[in-house]
């Protein structure tokens, strides 16, 4: 397991659309958490003490990103402690929101090994930032990325969600064009999904927001592949464009199916075979830590069919898209996709277009057979 994810799930408040699993708190109890990280350190390596990398001569981690919740929210002497821990990795990741950025921040995070930031942005329109109940405005982005610049990270993606009802007169290609302006290495682009129990649905099933529409998604998608595509940016996966080759690692590692560790609440690890999550509330996961107990809620060992369904799935999310070689079964609706020009074959690949991107599930299911396939 040569990548790291740490879930800090803190948030000062909740945005309008999310259903993560997050911790309100005012206060964020930096300690308690980091004790009880530290504590499920300690765990992973009593149980299989070869299975992580930590502390081995051959160095730590490929990866390790911190997500949330809200990292930046974490203070920097908790945050020391966690990198310390974990040593040093070829890429260190922060998820942070553009308010917590200031160039104290910032030097604070580069000294504990941190070099990359990814930025929750979301819009560059106060009336819609507000909408969402971001904690942040739109000059706040700008400002951030440049302390980010000016302390010495510039390994920055920027998170921009599109598809937003129509009332709100979001302009996206606005927000594409302040986004760009900032000379960002990579961006990560997200379809407004509306999640039960979160204040968006509520809107919606009392008439006060209208529902997503598929056809908005389908144009603001496509229109941001031909702008980001004139400005240099290359989509290495469905979701995410970067220049100069700035990949994510971290992801790109769950993209090619490798092993990872999650730690904290409601984190995911994979060994290759079997997949497990920990318990998602932040007080259980404490309290499980505290009793000496394993915070994990479930395990899961893929089948052979999950596997290759996933792996079917991943390849196809990515630029670099599937090897026909690896198809279950000789698949007759490849050619109708070329026709569609859903797909392209490189190389002996099948490389899905922006078009074909929109339609993935569909796709699969058309490749496995299952129901529910494209409709031509
Ligand atoms: S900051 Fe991120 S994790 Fe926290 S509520 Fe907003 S979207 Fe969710």
């Known amino acids: 397991m040569r990548h790291l994810y740490v879930h800090i799930p803190f948030c000062h408040r909740r945005c309008s659309y999310c259903d993560f699993s997050i911790a309100v708190r005012r206060r964020v109890p930096a300690r308690e958490y980091v004790d009880a990280v530290l504590r499920e350190v300690a765990l992973v390596r009593a149980a299989d003490p070869g299975a992580v990398p930590w502390g081995s ?7 390790i990103y911190l997500g949330g919740g809200t990292p930046s929210l974490l203070p920097t002497d908790a945050l020391v402690t966690l990198l310390t821990t974990f040593r040093d990795a070829v890429e260190v990741t922060l998820e942070a929101n553009p308010e917590d950025v200031t160039p104290a921040s910032v030097a604070a995070w580069r000294s504990a090994g941190v070099n990359r930031v990814s930025l929750g942005a979301q819009s560059f329109d106060d009336r819609v930032l507000q909408w969402m109940h971001r904690s942040h405005d739109a000059a706040q982005i700008g400002t951030a990325v440049h302390a980010l610049r000016e302390g010495g990270i510039d390994n920055i993606s920027l998170d921009l969600i599109f598809a937003l009802p129509s009332e709100l007169g979001r302009d996206w290609s606005r927000d ?12 990560s682009l997200y379809g407004l999904t509306v999640e039960q ?23 603001e998608y496509l229109s941001a592949h031909s702008r980001l595509a004139a400005c240099g940016y290359e989509f290495y996966e469905l979701s995410n464009a970067c220049r100069d080759g700035r990949r994510s690692r971290h992801n790109s590692a769950y993209w090619s199916g490798r092993a990872y560790l999650g730690l904290g609440p409601a984190a995911h690890s994979f060994d290759g075979r079997a997949r497990r999550w920990n318990v998602a509330a932040w007080e259980a996961y404490r309290r499980a830590l505290a009793e000496g107990r394993s915070p994990v809620e479930t ?8 596997r290759e369904l996933e792996r ?5 999310r ?12 000789p698949s007759p609706s490849l050619p109708v996709w070329v026709e569609h020009e859903w797909v392209s074959l490189r190389e002996g690949r099948a490389v899905c277009s922006p078009e074909g991107w929109l339609r993935l599930d569909a796709l699969v299911r058309d490749l496995t057979g299952a129901a529910g396939g494209v409709n031509y």
């Open 176 to 187: 594409l064009d302040r986004a760009i302006s900032l000379l960002p290495s990579h961006l």
């Open 197 to 219: 129990r979160t204040p968006l649905a509520r809107w919606i099933s009392r008439g006060a927001a209208s529902a997503p529409d598929d056809a908005r998604y389908a144009d």
């Open 299 to 306: 395990e899961e060992v893929l089948t052979d069919e999950q």
């Open 312 to 316: 079917l799935y991943l390849s196809l």
């Open 57 to 63: 001569p051959e160095g730590g981690f490929e990866t």
């Open 318 to 329: 990515t630029a670099e898209g599937l090897s026909l070689s690896d198809l279950p079964r």
